[in-house]
């Protein structure tokens, strides 16, 4: 039974699984359609090695992430908007910068013409979902021209624009384009345009779908949660009673929640009352990942589930530095992407996230960008006076020192 949370925390993930690739599902009684539309969603042909590496990488980046904010603090991510935008500027990158950023994405073994095949498959899938929505879209802003080799290969995946002269009609433009694809969750990704800025990639993906067996707002009630810190407070507590996907071992228990289309759910890991999210994060690897897909099994749950919502914002440049995405930051090769051959590196990659669970389902956004910059703006050391310093006026050919001085607070004249 899942009622009592006595434990730390919760993890939560949103789980993109295949229709067939288990066996536990039961007929359901059908429910009212959300909108008019066929019963099944088409089908992606998606290579195999493709679903493996983006699950190896939002696992990889998840741990990576997690390791940084110790369970503390609530995390959500889309590995998926992540791995699109560093997709699309793969497609620009050529020589080592290309096989950096494949091997992070730990899809280095395909080759960029099947990487992009199963991507525009995966984006028409999901145009077709019958009851929900999953929408995702990638677009590039470049000041430079494109070249056309780089924006044939895109056709599908992405669209590509003119990133505007005026640095702040750019960013309302960028800004107005991913509110407008993540349904006006996400309406700030960039701020002014830098004049060393040469291009943005953007991600942006919006997910709205309904529980098959949606949750009575009637049985929500306020109920004690456990947090990370050891506190406790109420908080509004959805109930319901159902057959549902399970399974428990020593260290968790989990519960798998459908949407109404095919093939889409939400799982919930809760660690044991001897385990926190910490201890939890050692299982969280590809390989147990792969093999607990085979461990559920229906069961009778009275499942008790936190009404939440989350609403954050990543630079991810650290992370994916772990990774193995290293030299693009400071120096890229962007030969494939733009006419002219100007040199560019990464200056940020920055990821922002909302998602809303509650009795009728669960709506979500995400939006990630990838800064690219000219290579002339790369500075050797970084320094920043924001604290006391001395300084001295003097004479260089003659060494003579004219004025000293320590300033412990400025003061404007």
Same mark, same amino acid.
């Given at each position: 039974m899942i009622g009592k949370p006595k434990t730390l925390a919760i993890v939560m993930s949103v789980l993109f699984i295949m229709a067939g690739c288990g066996g536990e599902t039961e007929p359901e009684p059908s429910l009212q359609q959300s909108k008019e539309s066929p019963e099944q969603r088409s089908s992606p042909d998606v290579e195999p090695s493709f679903a493996a590496a983006?699950?190896?990488?939002?696992?990889?980046?998840?741990?990576?992430?997690?390791?940084?904010?110790?369970?503390?603090?609530?995390?959500?991510?889309?590995?998926?908007?992540?791995?699109?935008?560093?997709?699309?500027?793969?497609?620009?990158?050529?020589?080592d910068s290309r096989k950096e950023?494949?091997?992070?994405?730990?899809?280095?073994?395909?080759?960029?013409?099947?990487?992009?095949?199963?991507?525009?498959?995966?984006?028409?899938?999901?145009?077709?979902?019958?009851?929900g929505e999953f929408s995702a879209a990638n677009s590039i802003w470049s000041k430079p021209e494109l070249k056309k080799g780089f924006t044939d290969k895109i056709a599908g995946l992405g669209d590509a624009y003119q990133l505007n002269k005026d640095p702040q009609l750019a960013a309302d433009e960028v800004n107005a384009w991913t509110a407008k694809k993540t349904g006006g969750h996400i309406d700030q990704i960039i701020d002014r345009?830098?004049?060393?800025?040469?291009?943005?990639?953007?991600? +942006?993906?919006?997910? @709205? =779908?309904?529980?098959?067996?949606? /949750?009575?707002?009637?049985?929500? #009630?306020?109920?004690?949660?456990? !947090?990370?810190?050891?506190?406790k407070k109420d908080h509004p507590m959805m109930t319901q009673t159902n057959r549902f996907s399970y399974q428990e071992t020593k260290r968790f228990q989990a519960v798998k929640l459908p949407y109404k289309d095919d093939?889409?759910?939400?799982?919930?890991?809760?660690?044991?009352?001897?385990?926190?999210?910490?201890?939890?994060?050692?299982?969280?690897?590809?390989?147990?990942?792969?093999?607990?897909?085979?461990?559920?099994?229906?069961?009778?749950?009275?499942?008790?589930?936190?009404?939440?919502?989350?609403?954050?914002?990543?630079?991810?440049?650290?992370?994916?530095?772990?990774?193995?995405?290293?030299?693009?930051?400071?120096?890229?090769?962007?030969?494939?992407?733009?006419?002219?051959?100007? +040199?560019?590196?990464? @200056? =940020?990659?920055?990821?922002?996230? /909302?998602?809303?669970?509650?009795? #009728?389902?669960?709506?979500?956004? !995400?939006?990630?960008?990838?800064?690219?910059?000219?290579?002339?703006?790369v500075p050797d050391v970084t320094m920043t006076v924001d604290h006391p310093f001395y300084f001295a006026v003097f004479d260089e050919k003659t060494g003579m020192i004219l004025f000293l001085g320590s300033v412990a607070k400025p003061v404007e004249g």
């Open positions: 983006e699950q190896q990488f939002a696992l990889d980046l998840f741990h990576e992430m997690m390791k940084k904010a110790g369970g503390s603090q609530n995390m959500f991510i889309s590995p998926y908007s992540v791995q699109q935008a560093l997709l699309m500027t793969a497609n620009g990158a050529a020589g950023i494949l091997h992070a994405l730990s899809i280095e073994q395909m080759d960029i013409t099947s990487i992009n095949q199963s991507s525009r498959s995966l984006i028409q899938s999901y145009k077709t979902l019958p009851h345009v830098p004049p060393d800025t040469i291009a943005y990639i953007i991600n +942006a993906v919006f997910f @709205k =779908e309904y529980w098959k067996q949606p /949750f009575d707002e009637k049985l929500t #009630a306020p109920h004690p949660f456990y !947090a990370a810190d050891g506190s093939g889409l759910a939400l799982a919930v890991f809760l660690p044991k009352k001897t385990e926190n999210l910490q201890s939890l994060l050692k299982e969280w690897t590809y390989e147990n990942w792969r093999e607990s897909q085979a461990r559920w099994e229906m069961k009778q749950v009275e499942l008790k589930l936190p009404r939440f919502s989350i609403d954050a914002e990543y630079v991810l440049n650290d992370p994916l530095k772990q990774l193995g995405l290293k030299t693009v930051f400071h120096q890229a090769d962007f030969s494939n992407m733009f006419a002219g051959d100007p +040199a560019g590196y990464i @200056k =940020e990659v920055k990821h922002h996230t /909302f998602i809303k669970v509650d009795e #009728a389902g669960t709506e979500a956004a !995400a939006a990630t960008k990838v800064e690219i910059v000219e290579s002339g703006a």
